[in-house]
């Protein structure tokens, strides 16, 4: 009998559509990029308290069933969209689009693309997306930037490169500008309440195990230089099914190679403002999901959600006091953190329009000290018209 190993086992998942907890029909599955996945079934135990003269106990049961799992994967685009989509309860949706227009210039001073009629905001840019331009004539001016700000006639950008490209350039080129691939964000309604089937399948030993009704319940994103990025996903589930000798999703679609993001090709924008000296950053999204047991069954009698709690950590190098009198004021900030491939062809980007500080310190030492914060991402209920009226935005620019 072969010993099972983690290189040859394969995970694969499927969103349910009949209810909470059914299994789904076995084509259609995907095959996980992971690092480490790992799905259980878990019980809850208890065992009799009763006085014996034996002084021994002598009963012991199992109650009612559940699955836990935890992904660890190196983020890359197009690879966890339906697990961030379930985690912020919206599909992925597309971006802005103006249409070919020939009336944009660029001033580079400013960093701005710039349209003579039209609105940039009736057309739906908002701040914290990855922009795409093409068309110029100037190639500078063609590619991804990151969006800081957004009024009916101007789109202020950032640049990833430390030395913007940007040229300026007179309108008259034919001009597109797109919020590249889709976007995701907590909604203010319609909400979504998914839910999946993972399926882990060893061929070293031909073992089969199948985890229903597996929920989002946390979602923890993590930047760092000289690191690949990192996506932590913890699942709640509804139960398992006994182990078979039968693998079920027996062609899911193979695993996708968009290129995996870092640290060191990314930029952290705070209230708009490109920072170079952001050291470590980290987003963590609690779903709070509890399950109620019953009596008569050992499934889960029902399932409840808390609201979408989100949370930021950073570190920085001290520079300045700005973010300890963020924090000492009670200041709320915007977060944009964007993420770009090797390739420079797709990027990720999280936007947070109202972060307020919990905490604000300062290390000590031989050495560069070190600012660490941490924040509480709050629901934008303002009105500034260049921002989504929600907590988190997150933009995914390979998503067709």
């Known amino acids: 009998m072969a010993d099972a190993q983690g290189i040859n086992k394969i995970v694969a998942y499927k969103k349910t559509t009949g209810g909470w907890g059914t299994k789904p029909s ?89 349209r003579s009629t039209g609105s940039f905001i009736t057309d739906g840019f908002r701040r914290g997306r990855i922009m795409q331009s093409s068309g110029f004539a100037a190639a500078g001016n063609n590619g991804l930037f990151l969006i800081a700000a957004v009024t009916a006639l101007e789109i202020t950008v950032v ?64 930047m760092a230089p000289n690191a690949m990025a990192t996506l932590e996903v913890g699942f709640m589930g509804k139960d398992a099914e006994p182990a078979t000798g039968t693998q079920y999703f027996t062609s899911p679609t193979a695993q996708g190679g968009d290129g995996t993001y870092s640290g060191p090709d990314g930029i952290v924008l705070i209230n708009g403002v490109a920072s170079r000296k952001i050291t470590n950053f980290g987003i ?42 963020n924090f000492d004021a009670e200041d709320e900030i915007t977060i944009t953190v964007a993420l770009r491939t090797a390739d420079k062809a797709n990027g990720m980007a999280f936007h947070l329009p109202r972060v307020k500080l919990g905490s604000g310190t300062v290390d000590d030492g031989k050495k560069v000290l070190i600012l660490s914060a941490d924040g509480q991402a709050l629901e934008y209920v303002g009105s500034a018209a260049d921002i989504t009226p929600t907590t988190i935005v997150i933009q995914d620019t390979a998503i067709a």
């Open 284 to 325: 963590q999204i609690n779903e709070s999901i509890a399950q109620e047991p019953v009596v008569g069954s050992k499934s889960i009698g029902a399932k409840s959600r808390g609201d979408v709690n989100v949370t930021v950590q950073l570190s920085s190098i001290f520079t300045d006091a700005t973010l300890l009198n």
């Open 159 to 222: 640049s990833f490169e430390e030395t913007s490209p940007l040229v300026t350039a007179a309108a008259g080129d034919s001009v597109t500008l797109t919020v590249k691939g889709k976007e995701t964000y907590v909604p203010k309604s319609g909400h979504t309440d998914d839910d999946f089937c993972i399926e882990e399948w060893s061929p070293d030993t031909g073992v089969s195990r199948i985890f229903l009704g597996q929920q989002v319940n946390t979602l923890n994103f993590s």
């Open 26 to 114: 076995a084509s259609g599955a995907k095959t996980l990029r992971r690092v480490t996945m790992a799905n259980n079934l878990t019980k809850t135990t208890y065992q009799s308290e009763e006085i014996r003269a034996s002084q021994q106990t002598a009963d012991f049961r199992h109650g009612t069933r559940s699955a836990t799992a935890t992904l660890n994967g190196e983020l890359s685009s197009n690879s966890y969209a339906d697990f961030i989509a379930a985690g912020l309860r919206k599909d992925f949706v597309a971006g802005a689009a103006s249409g070919t227009l020939t009336t944009i210039s660029v001033n580079a001073t400013t960093s701005k693309f710039i």
